[in-house]
């Protein structure tokens, strides 16, 4: 137990594992107070101390100096005492050296227990401090073995995994390749298994390839400020300049596409669309879902929604293949998106103008005057207050309340005529008939839709 070449182990595992040399001493010291008391009780007083010069850990049990002896293991008396120490007087308390080999071997086993568990309680505090300040990095490493389809990648120091949840699709890796990831989590000592958890999913590690490889964003002069992915499919990134003489978006996709490329095959082929981000939330939403051509945003800051209207032949383009184009988009921007055909759209203002003349006591004029204040159907004035519709030129507030109660009626009538077929509904005005409507449309001058008008937005790079 007391080699003369214990200092050297413990500088090697010190090297090997990343685990302070003062931390080992003091596992070894712990161990053997523990097999000692492991093999003597308790009760005795035992103090182990490294020497570092001489390479050794020494034990020491501690007995008190007293003239009758009550207890062997505790006590010692003053002419045994004095041998030991000539000075020493009744109530001191007397260290004397004891030999590990009197331990036994349960003793040493159980030492030995305590060691390999404190070694693995340091080791798994070395990883953590290494790595707890890099998370969010990009790390390299090498696959150590498939664990269930969970990747085990040795990271130098550590074992990290890549769960399966955080692999691209359809990648494959086999023992000895090398990986890059990102590092997502890093557990504490308590955590059972690899502590490094890495991802190849996260839009982060998107960026942080973009970092490596363009050398304006990693100097601060372009900035990245949103990021959406599908993995192993689409992602969009948006970016911004901080000098106005460099183009961001030629800055992330280099000479002939140099740059870009490198990321596209580092995420197996992944497509990724580059967007100039604007302040501007409608302009920033039409470069997102270019390549397609915006007609219209109508933008509802409540909800933070946006419905977007483009031209019939650009709908599939902007909803992109399964809705993948707007959902990342709605990802990218942090809007809610609804994209309508522009005769969809047309229509469906066309039928909410109309039903508003549905409504009694509604005339053109009137109609105008809600379309121009952002009331488009009857049912939009149904949901509204008295003090919404005072604001109108010519409604006081008993003419609002009657314009919402005749509003809910229409309303209610259309939902029960869809039910069962009633095609007319009394109101104090007297019966409206649900058919037979002229189809009118505001006048020509007449206020649009309140919306912005917005062209196609920047380009995309694949």
Excluded at 6 to 27: C, F, H, N, W, Y
Excluded at 108 to 116: G, H, Y
Excluded at 263 to 275: N, P, S
Excluded at 383 to 396: E, F, M, N, S, V
């Amino acid at each position: 137990m007391l080699m003369s070449d214990i200092k050297r182990v413990i500088d090697q595992v010190s090297r090997e594992k990343g685990i302070q040399p003062a931390i080992l001493m003091k596992t070894l010291e712990e161990a053997l107070k523990s097999a000692a008391r492991k093999k003597f009780g308790n009760k005795i007083e035992i103090e182990a101390n490294y020497n570092e010069e001489t390479g050794d850990i020494e034990i020491f049990q501690f007995k008190e100096v007293v003239e009758t002896i009550t207890d062997p293991d505790l006590q010692i008396s003053l002419k045994a005492g004095r041998k030991l120490d000539p000075e020493c007087q009744v109530g001191d308390s007397l260290g004397t050296k004891m030999d590990a080999k009197t331990f036994g071997r349960i003793a040493a086993q159980s030492a030995k227990q305590v060691i390999i568990q404190k070694m693995k309680d340091a080791e798994r505090e070395a990883v953590y401090s290494g790595f707890i300040n890099r998370k969010g990095e990009i790390i390299n490493g090498i696959v150590q073995r498939i664990d269930r389809l969970d990747i085990i990648v040795n990271v130098g120091t550590a074992e990290a995994i890549l769960p399966q949840r955080e692999q691209i699709p359809r990648e494959t890796y086999r023992r000895g390749d090398r990986i890059r990831a990102n590092i997502m989590k890093v557990h504490g000592e308590s955590q059972r298994g690899p502590q490094v958890v890495l991802s190849r999913t996260h839009p982060d590690f998107l960026i942080n390839l973009f970092k490596t490889e363009v050398p304006e964003i990693s100097e601060g002069i372009v900035q990245i400020v949103a990021a959406a992915r599908e993995p192993g499919s689409r992602a969009k990134i948006a970016v911004s300049s901080m000098d106005s003489d460099i183009d961001p978006v030629g800055a992330c996709v280099g000479m002939k596409g140099s740059r870009v490329q490198n990321v596209v095959q580092e995420l197996r082929g992944e497509k990724i669309d580059i967007i100039p981000w604007h302040v501007d939330p409608a302009k920033f939403v039409c470069n997102a879902l270019s390549p397609a051509e915006i007609l219209r945003v109508i933008i509802d800051e409540e909800d933070k929604s946006m419905e977007v209207i483009v031209p019939d032949e650009f709908l599939s383009v902007a909803i992109g293949k399964r809705g993948q184009n707007v959902r990342l988009a709605s990802k990218l921007t942090g809007w809610h998106l609804d994209v309508q055909s522009e005769s969809a759209y047309s229509k469906a203002m066309k039928d909410g103008y109309d039903s508003l003349l549905e409504v009694p006591g509604v005339n053109i004029g009137l109609a105008d005057g809600l379309y121009e204040k952002g009331f488009y159907s009857a049912e939009e004035l149904s949901r509204a207050t008295r003090k919404d519709l005072t604001q109108i030129r010519d409604i006081d507030a008993e003419k609002a309340a009657l314009l919402i109660k005749n509003a809910k009626l229409v309303v209610a009538a259309k939902q029960e005529k869809n039910a069962d077929g009633n095609e007319t509904v009394e109101t104090e005005a007297g019966s409206i008939s649900a058919e037979g409507e002229e189809d009118r449309m505001p006048e020509e001058g007449a206020p649009s839709p309140n919306g912005v008008e917005m062209e196609n937005g920047g380009p995309t790079e694949d």
